[in-house]
């Protein structure tokens, strides 16, 4: 029972999707080579996040891991009303845009955050 576990448990496993789907992917041209060597290149970068505080923590990572792959790259966060002075503690982001969905001005700057 154990023996099948393991088994199904490989046979499933998202690292053995990977180690195949990726090089079939390649292969038949889905997946250009040089993918993530363009994301070093990047200039500038546009992060949209308009949900509630929670998930913007949880967020946080992949921002971080983010800015690792673009260390170059200038990151502009769109964020909701709620979330905005969360979002501008972050020291990944070099710009923090608020979005109002009701408000009768829909962007605007975060004080203290524009980095130019």
Known sequence: MRLL????RAI???QLAVAVGEPAFRLLGYRPAGLPDAL???RRLL???????????LFSP???ELRR???KARITL???????DLAARCPRVDEVLVFDRGGRTRFWRTRGVTRW
Not at 78 to 84: D, F, I, K
């Open 12 to 14: 499933t496993s998202p």
């Open 40 to 42: 070093e290149d990047a």
């Open 5 to 8: 576990s393991r088994l199904h």
């Open 47 to 57: 992060v949209i996040r308009l949900d509630r505080i929670g998930d913007l923590v």
């Open 62 to 64: 992949f921002l971080r």
């Open 69 to 71: 792959c673009a260390p």
């Open 78 to 84: 769109v964020v909701s009303p709620e979330t905005a």
